[in-house]
């Protein structure tokens, strides 16, 4: 699960098969860990059966959890998921295959600290989702422009002014309703 607006992974699973039962409790186990409250998400999936289920969608209203959800065989509706994948997929030391649920839980748990906590992300002005996560993107930034500043007081000729650093954008959403929730996160595939 990814919340959209910092591509932090909030929560992830490994799972032998995608059930409804499983992808129920993902979702509560995720949102207690957050302290989501009712009202505060959407989530946004993709159409198989167990995001599509009666149960999951009656969990979904317990919740008060907002659905969205991508068009039929529409893969790009879920951008952030399927770049989440690909990075999942390219990523170095990814293997062919898994020895067991074990190595597959091991593996994703390393790639998930990384992600979240070193990987410097170019859709975030490059400060790691646990930066915008967390809120430390402030304090992050002035340490940035004050290397700035500093490299261009030191070599005033090869650089004459530096530039100012990007801003993120201030809300992001996948095909955002009229009332925003405070909190977006997408789902894809169980990972495996």
């Not at 490994?14 to 998400?41: D, K, M, Y």
């Not at 289920?53 to 209203?61: E, G, S, Y």
């Not at 790009?76 to 597959?104: C, I, M, V, W």
């Not at 004459?160 to 996948?174: F, N, Y």
């Amino acid at each position: 699960m990814l919340d959209l607006f910092s591509r932090f992974v909030v929560g992830w699973m490994i799972a032998e098969e995608e059930t409804a039962v499983q992808g129920q409790h993902f979702i509560a186990t995720t949102c207690t860990r957050h302290s989501i409250l009712p009202g505060q998400l959407t989530i946004h999936a993709d159409r198989g059966a167990p995001m599509k289920a009666k149960t999951t969608a009656q969990l979904l209203v317990d919740l008060g959890i907002a659905e969205s959800h991508s068009r039929p065989r529409v893969s790009d509706d879920n951008p952030f998921s399927e770049a989440q994948f690909k990075t999942l997929k390219y990523a170095p030391g990814y293997p062919k295959q898994f020895e067991s649920r074990a190595h597959a839980q091991d593996w994703a748990q390393g790639l998930f600290d990384w992600y979240n906590y070193r990987h410097h992300h170019t859709a975030l002005a490059l400060f790691t989702p646990a930066d915008v996560y967390f809120g430390r993107v402030e304090e992050k930034w002035a340490v940035r422009q004050a290397a700035l500043d500093a490299g261009g007081a030191g070599c005033r000729r090869r650089w004459m002014q530096p530039s100012p650093l990007t801003r993120l954008v201030s809300a992001i959403g996948v095909r955002s309703p009229n009332d925003r929730p405070t909190k977006s996160v997408s789902t894809g595939p169980n990972w495996r």
